[in-house]
């Protein structure tokens, strides 16, 4: 009996230990396994501590989780301090990541002098901008003989990296570095729109600089090529203007040409009494024409027209009232052209630098410049095989090129310009290299101190591709061009209903702004080298990067805001605590499209085409468009339409874009408007 009491409580105790032992198994294999899941426990486990003990850890773990991702993070970051950004030096993103990366570049191979700016990248999975100088630094080295290849060498700068507010992260991907943006930066870029309006880069140096554009021929037309001139001209002007720095706006009159001679003579025997009456000449050009007949079929008065020539340089009182005359007639038409288009000039014509002829002429014979050729005083530039300069004529009378050289020196001795514009057709490239040439080569040019710009441009087409004509052959006259403009620009808006929906004033002021900005606009937004075709048509269609497009995008961008009944005062209360939003990746596309704003202008500085601009703004146009489809400003209820919500921080993204846009535009030469 006791022997089998004994042999129960042996079986037993077997059994406990054998089920001691498989909770010591299964709890060993619950041990090894690195997430421990609370469904693993096998449900005979009966211990409230154990499943306590494991939703603890695995919390834990999760957060150990976090933790090891971030740090793995910010090891793939550049390792060295952070250093604090200098917002004081700052000028662009495009310069600043220029910067970042050169520095790293020099530190990484410090005798190697590759030079490359950060670009924006062509797709997002390689960031907002990219750093592509590895493989010519793996070429430099490997022409030394040091073997490596643009994967090493870009990995090598990113160690360099030095860590900055702009900068979110940095990836190689062979030899490209890939920077993505940090968007707090980026959100306090943009709110500083918003608060303070769109400023100007910080300037390194405040320059002197002469533009000198626009520029026609008294008593001639001002043709379609004097209208690109001042187009573009006003258009450079107004960009180095927002820049901060001192801009002389020169209009290079034709007014002292021996043209004067004939002019004077005619005057003289068709208004006898000019000197004391002024002489009713209505249409200078027809007075132009005749006075040319006669010089070209009149002997006696083409002998006239040359003394008339003479003592009108003599400075005789008589000549100079008749040339004030005609000058007078011409500068009224010019100034309709320039007032309706907004462009303000200071003419200094070719006559205000004729004492300068005289004394750059004595310069250059002293100084044994000028060669005799024929009778005539001429001198060569630097370049081998380039046609001489004209000094003075074999008459002993001074040229084009004379007046050209005088204004050139005055610009840089008197008015001590650091950079001098001209804006004139392509036709005189010639003229303008034998210029800059033979400046330098008597030393009135320093092209380390002084930079000339020759800003060319094409000729203007018709749409049968031809030269610009009227239906009748002859030239296009431009207040008749400025005219039509006007009338096709009213149909558009008719066409529209805008005179339903307009008063009378706003109408006529929708009407010039699209007349006129939509002439200016379509010049700009071609490179300016090529040869440009004028068509209405084109320049009134609503689709495409057209003026007419823009007005309408910026009208509707500002009609969201007051659509959703927010007022300026509420948007700005707004700006102290909203964000600007990032979250949606259209939103994030749109906030860095506008922060590009200065790279663009720095781009313009250097290479004077504004069409860059214009793509810029339609590259806003698009942003902004996609981002407005994806991402609501205003709620409003299915049913009633009424408002249910409105998101503040998208409006002031709405408000920033119309800031950029509008900045745009006053540097294109737009004027917006409010209703459209
Ligand atoms: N400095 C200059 N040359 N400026 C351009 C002058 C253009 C000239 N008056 C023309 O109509 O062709």
Known sequence: MEKQLLFKNMAKAEADVKELYDRYETMKRLASQDDIKL?????????????????????????????KRAIDEENSKPKMAKTSFDPESFTSIQTALTQVCTIALREAYPDISVEQ???????????????????????????????????????????????????????????????????PFCQNLVMEIVTEGVKPPKLLKRQRVLVDFSSPNVAKQMHVGHLRST??????????????????????????????????????????????????????QMFYKESKTRFDSDEEFKKRAYDCVVRLQGHEKDYIKGWQLICDVSRKEFQKIYDQLGISLVERGESFYQSRMESVVKFLRENEHLEMDDGRLIMFGLEKGQIPFTIVKSDGGFTYDTSDMAALRQ???????????????????????????????????????????????????????????????????????????????????????RDEVLTPEEFEKAKKAVAFGCIKYADLCNNRMNDYVFSFDKMLDDKGNTAVYMLYMMTRIKSIAANSNVTPAQLAEAAKTEKIPVKHPKEWKLVKTLLRFNDELSKIVDDLCLHHLCEYLYDIATAFSEFYNACYCIERDAKDGQIVKVNMDRLLLCEATARVMEKCFWIIGLTPVSKM
């Open 411 to 497: 610009r840089i001795e008197e008015e001590k310009c650091d950079r001098i514009i001209y804006v004139v057709d392509n036709g005189q490239s010639g003229h303008f290299r034998v210029l800059f040439s033979c400046a330098e080569k008597c030393n009135i040019l320093d092209p380390s101190k002084v930079r000339t710009d020759f800003v060319g441009f094409g000729v203007v087409l018709g749409e049968d591709k031809k030269k610009f004509k009227t239906r009748s052959g002859d030239t296009v006259k431009l207040q008749d061009l400025l005219d039509e403009g006007l009338k096709r620009a009213e149909n558009t808006l008719n066409s529209k209903g």
């Open 117 to 183: 700016t950060v670009q924006p990248s062509g797709k997002p999975e390689y960031g907002d901008y990219q750093f592509n100088a590895a493989m010519q630094v793996a070429k430099e080295l490997k022409n030394r003989g040091i073997n490596t290849n643009p994967a090493e060498v870009a990995k090598a700068i990113v160690r360099k990296l030095k860590a900055t507010r702009i900068i979110e992260k940095v990836a190689t991907v062979g030899g490209f570095i890939n920077i993505w943006l940090a968007q």
């Open 231 to 284: 187009i573009i001209g006003d258009s450079i002007a107004r960009l180095f203007e927002f820049l901060g720095h001192e801009v002389l706006r020169i209009n290079h009159v034709g007014d002292w040409g021996t043209q004067f001679g004939m002019l004077i003579a005619h005057l003289q025997d068709k208004f006898p009494n000019y000197v004391n009456e002024l002489p009713p000449i209505e249409d200078l």
């Open 39 to 67: 469904e693993n426990i096998p449900d005979d486990v009966d211990c409230p501590e154990l499943r306590a003990l494991v939703t603890k850890h695995n919390k834990l773990s999760y957060r150990l989780g976090i933790l």
